[in-house]
């Protein structure tokens, strides 16, 4: 992947069980919980390309996020804030090589950042 790509999209699910047998049955993703991710299901598409990670819904989470590589989130996020946006949820860890963060555009969208080195 690289800068400007979307990487992963995150589905908020009330029941992550039931979640992964419903997207597992009608697109015929993979889905499993990585060693380290549990309580994560994460989500691997026919292609072998694409992918997200199913996490439990609650009232901040209720809509698909994507989510675009970035080089920097540090200098992305001051950018979006520059333009008109502003932080959704502050840059944590992912990995020791990776992290994510959300900024909201000026008309409220999320959209999530990743930047590192996926290591799942």
């Not at 699910?13 to 919980?33: K, M, N, P, T």
């Not at 694409?50 to 989510?67: E, I, M, N």
């Not at 999530?112 to 290591?119: N, Q, R, S, T």
């Amino acid at each position: 992947m690289a800068h400007g790509d979307i990487t992963h999209i995150d589905i908020p699910v009330s029941d992550l069980g039931r979640g992964a047998e419903f997207y597992s049955a009608l697109f015929g993703w993979q889905i499993s919980e990585p060693p380290g991710f549990e309580g994560y299901p994460m989500w691997r598409a026919p292609n072998g390309i694409s992918g997200g990670g199913l996490a439990p819904r609650d009232d901040g989470f209720t809509q698909p996020r994507s989510y675009v590589e970035v080089d920097s989130i540090d200098d992305t996020v001051a950018a979006a804030v520059a333009a008109g946006g502003h932080v959704a949820r502050e840059k944590s860890p992912i990995t020791a090589t990776s992290w994510w963060a959300v900024i909201a555009d000026p008309d409220g969208n999320h959209i999530g950042l990743f930047e590192g080195i996926a290591e799942v």
